[in-house]
């Protein structure tokens, strides 16, 4: 059994600690992301698309302000609808969506996607649409992705 002399231990004491807080430093260990930030997306994004905006209003914001078409999803009505209305195609990138059964019609687009160590945090919101393609509510919802 190997016998450590206090210069040893004194010694391990003393680098061991800024070692591990280096490494949780590092790897961003000790970042907590428990929806605080997916609160704060959702408030931003209620000042630019308030509850009652119509459907094209909300994906007019999505392809021109927020630069993100090509990372998420709309009701297949509203590409449409917007494709027809502004005649443009190339900048829609959004995988069409629909269900015939709930007749649920929302947007869902990454809003947000930053490493966050060895996982890439992201924040999704999804606006939410009544029967008259009103916007009723915005969800956010936080995540990784990685090992």
Known sequence: MPRFTLRQLLLTAAV???LIAAVWYCFDLGRVHTGSEENAVRKKLLTY??????AMQVLAFV???LHRSGQGNAYHQ???DYRASTGRD????????GDEFTGERTIEVVVSSRPSGLVTHEVS?????DAQD???DITTRSYGIGP
Do not use: K, M
């Open 125 to 129: 919101a999804t606006w939410h649409f």
């Open 16 to 18: 061991f600690p800024p």
């Open 49 to 54: 698309t308030p509850p009652g905006a119509s």
């Open 78 to 80: 509203y590409l449409e």
């Open 134 to 136: 009103r916007l009723t």
């Open 63 to 65: 392809v021109n302000d």
């Open 90 to 97: 190339d900048d829609l990138q959004l995988t069409p969506t």
